[in-house]
Each structure stands twice: as C-alpha cells, then as structure tokens.
C-alpha cells in the first residue's frame, strides 16, 4: 500500500511539475515562491515563537486551552482572509461575496475562545458534559473499560 501511496504521490508531483513549467511564467512563480518563503520566515515564524512563549507561561490546562484557540483561530483566519478582504467582490455584481464576512469571522473566533477557555473549568469541576475534550476524554476511558472487561472474559 505504501508504493501505491508513493507512486500515486510522486505523479502528482510531476503533473504540477508540468503544470507550472507549460502554463505559468516562471519568473512571476519565482517571486511568489520566494516571497512566500520570506513571509513564512519574516512573519509566520516569529508569530508562532513568540505565541508559544507566552501561553508557555500559563498553567497546564489553560496553556493547552490557549494554544488550541491559537491554532483554531489562525486556521479559521487564514481561510477566511480573501473573503473578509473582499477579493473578487465587485459593486456591479452584488451577490458575489454578499455576506458581512468580517463580522462572520469574528462570531467564529468569539465562539472558538468561549469554547476553549470553557474547557480547563469543566475538567477541574469533573463535568464531562458540555465540553468536547472532557466527552473525549470520556470516551477514551470507556473504550479502555470495554478493552480490559473484554481481556477478563478471555481469561
């Protein structure tokens, strides 16, 4: 499976090889490649180091809490940044891009943040309800019961 997965794998790679050599012009592919890596290493990196630094200071579960809502939010943020610029929008044509995206982004991170830091409370209260890591959590425990009441019938 793993050769299939390989071989599979590198024609892709081969296809958009031949896609960026036959139908793109390499020096505009040269500089937006370039620039990528500059945006990655000039902003993309110091961002997270210093995000990482300072929820490294928080106590355990808020730590996790917070790197959580950190990751969620930069996911949601990063596909939900040409609509919230507004790219493609145009005012002769307006059900392209109708929908008020900017304020749709920030309800989302609102409710990404109530749900992380909702989550640390409800694991030191031993609420498994309401919140989807300590259900997780739960369920994790209840697989690992079935899994030992299993081995004690095979004995």
């Keep these: 499976m ?67 809502a950190l990751v969620i939010g930069g996911a949601v943020t990063l596909v939900a940044a040409p609509l919230v610029l507004g790219y493609g929008r145009r005012a002769d044509e307006p059900s392209r891009l109708p929908l008020p995206y900017d304020r749709n982004l920030a309800v989302v991170l609102a409710v990404v943040v109530v749900l992380c830091a909702a989550g640390p409370p409800a694991r030191s209260a031993g609420s498994v309800a309401g919140f989807a890591g300590s259900v997780a959590g739960f369920a994790g425990k209840v697989v690992a019961r079935r899994a030992a009441a299993r081995r004690e019938r095979r004995r």
């Design 2 to 68: 793993r050769v299939v997965v390989t071989v599979a794998g590198l024609a892709l790679i081969a296809w958009g090889a031949y896609g960026i050599a036959a139908h793109v012009d390499a020096a505009a592919w040269a500089v937006w490649f370039a620039g990528a890596a500059v945006l990655h290493d000039a902003v993309l990196v110091p961002v997270v180091l210093v995000a990482g630094v300072a929820t490294g200071r928080l106590p355990g579960p808020w730590r996790r809490a917070a790197r959580t």
